[in-house]
């Protein structure tokens, strides 16, 4: 049960025995009716939520404005009847705040907005970007100062390739949890309240990847694993990738030794390797096929055709060409979510992923004949 629901401000939890005892005393306390609804929804089962329930219900009668117990029911609602459990958080939220306690305000809504924000990871998750959106809507609604609704907007505009809109949202996002919880330098991963502000941040940097500010993504990185040295989100994997977009050949295999990688085949091309690189990406064909079949059509659809024979100076041109988002759709084209086999698509999305964000590399450094020569094999 939520943490933040289970702050009583009636003293010692007393066990159910003992306070069915004294509600027989004194059936008119709120106080004991909210204890004993609190004590059996602890024990969570069907006969005891719903007794539970009932109790609490009984202690709002009671006291209108026992802003616990319409928490707790909130909480206990917002799965099985969504609107009745946004209408009871909010309900809680103003009777705290009338209180002074906008924490536990803030704390009541953040976890009804939860309910949606998760739905709208879980829609993303399975490609389905607009009714992410409308899940990501609702949760604002509940509460407007939700960081992960905004992320789940940036997360959207990044596939629709809207960079300007996504940069926009993250910004907003890290600036609200900035606000809310002050600017850090150190998080805990276990803290989960600091997740989302990770997330705006990572978010943020891949928007400045697709901007071709590279010098500024690498600084972004570097300051998100000073800030988490244990790097739940992988940044120190993005470093050497960077450097190759710098052109900086030398620092981009230091990183690419020290942190690893998913262009280490590049990196041996580039450097005349292409026995090392071949072998390297057939190592990645045999885990993952599909990542060899999208990057081989990425490189080889007539619409990049003028860039392979002509490679630009800067891989953000790109990004920015309307001929690569057609490509990327084309690629989309391929697969999509199938409940019976969710870790394909995960495969796909891998692969998808890899191009639209490293395609432009493989590009600038003439790869198609090597990927191509892997295909055929595979």
Not at 196 to 225: C, N
Request: aromatic share 12%.
């Amino acid at each position: 049960m939520a943490d933040i629901i289970h702050v009583s401000k009636f003293g010692a939890y007393k066990d159910v025995k003992t306070l069915r005892g004294e509600l027989k005393k004194s059936p008119k306390s709120a106080e004991l009716h909210f204890q004993l609804g609190e004590e059996l929804l602890r024990a969570h089962t069907p006969a005891n939520d719903k007794k539970g329930i009932s109790h609490l219900e009984t202690a709002i009668k009671l006291d209108p404005d026992c802003a616990e117990a319409y928490g707790l029911l909130a909480y206990k609602t917002i799965y099985e009847n969504p609107r009745k459990g946004a209408r009871l958080a909010k309900k809680a939220a103003e009777l705290f705040r009338a209180k002074g306690d906008d924490e536990q305000a803030d704390a009541i809504l953040d976890e009804a907005a939860g309910y949606y924000g998760d739905k709208g990871w879980d829609n993303l998750r399975h490609g389905l970007t607009r009714e992410a959106l409308k899940e990501a809507e609702r949760a604002l609604k509940i509460y407007p100062d939700f960081i992960d609704a905004l992320n789940i907007y940036g997360s959207v505009y990044l596939e629709r390739f809207e960079y300007d809109k996504a940069e926009v949202v993250y910004q907003k996002a890290i600036a609200k949890a900035e606000r809310k919880q002050g600017a850090r330098e150190r998080i805990k991963w276990s803290d989960l309240d600091s997740r989302p502000y990770m997330r705006a941040r990572y978010g943020l940097g891949l928007v400045q990847i697709y901007h071709g500010e590279f010098t500024k993504a690498l600084d972004s990185f570097k300051l998100m694993l000073k800030m988490n040295p244990d790097d739940h989100q992988g940044v120190r994997f993005l470093f050497g990738d960077l450097c190759l977009f710098m052109d900086d050949i030398k620092r981009a295999e230091k990183n690419y030794k020290e942190y690893g990688g998913m262009n280490g085949a590049l990196i041996k091309l580039i450097k005349g390797d292409k026995t090392g690189a071949k072998r390297e990406l057939e190592a990645i064909g045999n885990e993952n096929k599909i990542m060899i079949e999208l990057l081989y059509f990425y490189l080889s659809d007539y619409r990049m055709s003028a860039y392979i024979e002509t490679p630009n100076d800067n891989p953000a041109e790109i990004f920015s060409h309307p001929k690569y988002k057609y490509l990327l759709w084309g690629l989309k084209r391929y697969y999509s979510y199938d409940e019976m086999n969710p870790l394909k698509y995960q495969e796909f999305r891998d692969a998808y992923d890899f191009c639209k964000l490293y395609g432009p590399l493989w590009v600038r450094h003439e790869t198609r004949k090597l990927v191509s020569e892997v295909h055929n094999k595979l």
